[in-house]
Structures are given as C-alpha cells and as structure tokens.
C-alpha cells in the first residue's frame, strides 16, 4: 500500500493507544498501526508537543500488510512493514 | 450546547477537570485538540463538552437534574454510591467505591450510568428485567492482560472499544443493556421506578 500524504506516528505505544481510544466519533473505527519502518524522520526535537515521539514518514512511502486482526476489545491491530525505495542505500 | 443548562453546566466543570489532570499527567507537552482531531481547543472543547452533555442529558430527569461534579477528579456523582469518571474518550461507572464497567464515549454511552443507577437501586431484579428485554448480545469474553476490568462485552458488528467490566456478571448486564440502548434501558427504568 501507498501513502500518499504525510504519515504521522509515535514511538510511544501510551500515545498511540491514546488516539485510538478517541476514534469515537460517528463511523470511525479504533485501531492501532505498528509499523517497521525504514525512513521516518524523528520530529520530536523541533515539535511543539514533544510527548508525541513522532516520527513522520515522507509522502509516497509503501507499506506491505504483515497481519491484521482484530483483538478481543474490538480494536483493529495492523503490522505494516515499510518497503525499500528501489535504488536507494 | 442546547441541552439542560445544569446538564452544560456540569459537562463544562468536567472538561476543566479531565484537561486539566490529563494535561498535568504529560507535561503540557501534548494537545487535546489534536487528540480529539480537532483544529482548536476551544473546538475540541466545545465537541467534547456538548457529547458529555447529550449523554449526560439522557439520564432520567430526576437524576440529570441533580448531577454532582467533583473537579478534584472528572467524577460526576450521579446517586448515591454510583459515580461517572470522565476521560477524554473513557467512562467508568464506579459503584460503592469499585470500578465497574469502562465504556468508550461515543453516542449512547449514558446506557453505562444508568446500568449503574438501576443495579444500585434494584440489583438482581433489574439484572432480570434487562435479560428478559434485551435482544440477544455479544459473547462475553475474558481478556488476558492485567487491567482489574478484564471481561469485555463483546458487540460484533460495533466498533470497539467494547465495554469492560470488572466481573462475567458485570459483563452480562452490560451487554443486555447496550443490546437494549438507551430509549429502552431508560423504558424499564421508569417501569421499575415506578414499583
């Protein structure tokens, strides 16, 4: 799979939980991405809310889909592996 | 917020309390806004105020009316010995002192307290009646990790988070009751209210 926008993550699993719990709203369903990434960028040393961790992944990365379940609370859990650019070191 | 004004009034003093502790737990070095996936903090106030009181509002009248804050807490005293505890998308119903059941804010999480207020008030005979009315439930299931809430009340076909409760009978209550949904949790509350 292809992101084509910016992709926002956290190195905190507190923070990422943190969000899930709040996709509440009509239509929205809870689940937590953890992602073996190759090329995210560390935001945390100039972002205004440090306690994110975030780590931002550029536009166009590819993901590949390790495993998706959905766990006992209802909560989706999805492992996405970041791919390779071709060519890149 | 076009709801009761106690009802706002109430909904207000527990944002000030949530954002307050939930800001004082990281620091102030996280936004609320964008937790809630709003562009502001005056916006996601007013988003997270108006569902507490929409939720808040559905209570019966004699209870809505004569809701509690404790701002040391996010706690709404809603009876006697039957607590709310507010998080930015968490409930828990507290009953005599102990945690309950913890039910995720989205619309129709008041099922949560007035399961609470009907087992305080008539326990066994209201466990009875919402089994006897409410269509069939989700499985109830024992999840495998350490929180002192570890049934979960299954609702395949919802989204989760899926309510927790702190025993399988708790669970089984909490079910029925979200099979039932509020308008008709609160139809065999008024019957029972009324002997």
């Known amino acids: 799979m292809r992101c084509d926008s910016f992709v926002s993550s956290s190195k905190s699993p507190k923070i990422a939980n943190g969000f899930t719990e709040l996709a509440i709203e009509e239509g929205e369903t809870p689940g937590v991405i953890t992602m073996d990434g190759l090329a995210g960028g560390d935001v945390m040393p100039i972002s205004r809310y440090q306690y994110e961790f975030e780590i931002l992944f550029q536009r166009g990365t590819e993901f590949e889909v390790v495993s998706k379940f959905q766990d006992a609370d209802g909560v989706w859990r999805i492992h996405l592996r970041e791919l390779p650019v071709p060519g890149a070191s | ?195």
């Open chain 2, 1 to 195: 917020m076009n709801t009761l004004p106690h009802v706002d009034s109430v909904a207000n003093a527990l944002w000030k309390s949530m954002s307050a502790d939930l800001l004082a737990g990281y620091g102030g070095r996280v936004s609320i806004a964008k937790f809630l996936g709003k562009s502001s903090e005056e916006e996601a106030e007013r988003s997270w105020s108006s569902r507490v009181a929409r939720d808040l509002a559905e209570l019966p009248p004699n209870v809505s009316s004569t809701l509690i804050v404790d701002p040391s807490s996010a706690t709404v005293g809603v009876w006697p010995e039957v607590t709310a505890r507010f998080g930015l998308g968490r409930v828990t119903v507290t009953i005599s002192g102990q945690d309950v059941w913890r039910a995720a804010m989205r619309p129709g999480f008041s099922a949560a307290i007035i399961a609470g207020l009907g087992w305080r008030r008539w326990a066994d005979r209201w466990a009875d009646a919402l089994s006897a009315r409410g269509p069939q439930r989700g499985q109830i299931v024992r999840a495998s990790d350490d929180d002192d809430l570890s049934w979960i009340a299954q609702r395949p076909g919802e989204p989760g988070p899926w309510t927790r409760a702190r025993s399988e009978a708790d669970a089984v209550l909490i079910g029925d009751a979200e099979s039932l949904g509020t308008p008709r949790l609160l139809e065999v509350y008024e019957e029972l209210n009324r002997g």
